[in-house]
């Protein structure tokens, strides 16, 4: 006997699959998100739970306990994170059959600066926009953002391009400043393990970019988005980006690895950001390459009119002429992907 948790999937009547848990002696427990059952644990002997697993609406069956079970992936497909139809942008799946792309400055600095962000972006298909309006320091006494001003701004320019916004929030405080002009919420590397601001989040009716901490392992990152779907977040995306090292050359180490690792794990999109990963403006476009090759939804990339006299990060920034070749070999890597057969498409979940 060993417990089990039976993975459910679609709209199927759960009371059907525990009415059975009971009938081969078992006391199911379930586990609700949204109103509907998504999971039945129980302990069953092997006979039982091969019965179990062949009714209709079991997706999967994991042998242990589950700690994250409403992230866990549930069957072959990536669950969709749809963005920015609701403000007049062009929707944007994240998790589907084409790759994206978020790119834009680290800090909006000027209204010139992110027009001219903006305008590439949109100029080579893009849909989403990323800046930051509150900025996370070492010092304190470097540039932090414009706050609320930075929020408008992004809102303003954003909206002329059709572009959905994408920007970090740092306190609970902010929470509904920033669901009110951003339609993706970023919880960044510095405050995965902030549980208040986790439990905030959460509870906005807004989609989330979750960036695993530098120094996370993947069941950390994947406890931090479980904590985000108690909270009542319906629409989770991860971000590898980059994890700490003992080299100087490289900012951090991209884990390009964690991008297969989490697919057997989870079904939530998953992006790669080369930009904080590596630091170096030179290395970006081929992790990005890399990233896209090992399976990721896409990747997350700054960009800056003039980076020599950027106010952050300028080293790691991509001139907006780089852009271009970015998307087309984006596209191309991923178009080649789908061509080969995929070692995601048989994933199990780590038991």
């Not at 208040?196 to 994947?222: F, H, I, N």
């Amino acid at each position: 006997m060993r417990s089990r948790t039976f993975l459910i999937d679609g709209q199927v009547d759960a009371r059907a699959i525990a009415a059975e848990v009971v009938r081969a002696g078992g006391d199911p427990k379930t586990l609700e998100e949204h109103g509907r059952v998504v999971a039945v644990t129980a302990t069953l002997d092997d006979a039982s739970t091969a019965r179990v697993s062949r009714l209709p609406g079991v997706s999967r069956v994991l042998s242990a306990p589950v700690a994250w079970p409403k992230v866990a992936r549930r069957g072959p497909a990536t669950r969709l994170v749809e963005v920015g139809a609701e403000v007049g942008a062009e929707r944007v799946a994240i998790g589907g059959d084409r790759p994206v792309i978020i790119a834009g400055p680290c800090a909006v600095e000027s209204a010139e600066q992110l027009e001219a962000c903006a305008r590439a972006i949109a100029a080579c298909g893009g849909r989403l926009l990323r800046g930051g309006a509150y900025k996370p320091r070492t010092s304190p006494y470097a540039f932090a953002g414009h706050g609320v001003a930075g929020l408008r701004l992004l809102r303003e320019i954003a909206d002329r391009h059709r572009l959905a916004v994408v920007t970090e929030v740092l306190d609970p405080r902010d929470v509904d400043a920033v669901a009110e002009h951003a339609d993706v919420l970023q919880i960044g590397a510095r405050t995965m393990s902030d549980f208040a601001l986790l439990r905030a989040v959460g509870a906005v009716d807004k989609p989330v970019l979750l960036k695993r901490s530098p120094s996370a392992t993947l069941d950390e990152l994947l406890h931090a988005a479980e904590h985000l779907a108690t909270a009542g977040a319906r629409d989770i995306v991860l971000c590898e980006r980059g994890v700490r090292g003992f080299d100087p050359a490289a900012r951090n180490l991209v884990d390009v690895a964690a991008v297969p690792l989490l697919r057997m794990r989870t079904d939530l999109p998953i992006l790669v950001d080369p930009s904080h990963g590596v630091g170096v403006r030179e290395a970006v476009l081929p992790i990005a390459a890399a990233s896209i090759a090992a399976g990721a939804d896409g990747v997350m990339v700054e960009c800056h009119p003039d980076p020599g006299v950027a106010r952050s990060d300028g080293p790691q920034a991509l001139t907006l002429d780089a852009l271009p070749r970015l998307f087309a070999q984006v596209d191309a890597i991923a178009f080649a992907v789908r061509l080969a057969p995929s070692a995601a498409s048989g994933a199990i979940a780590a038991e």
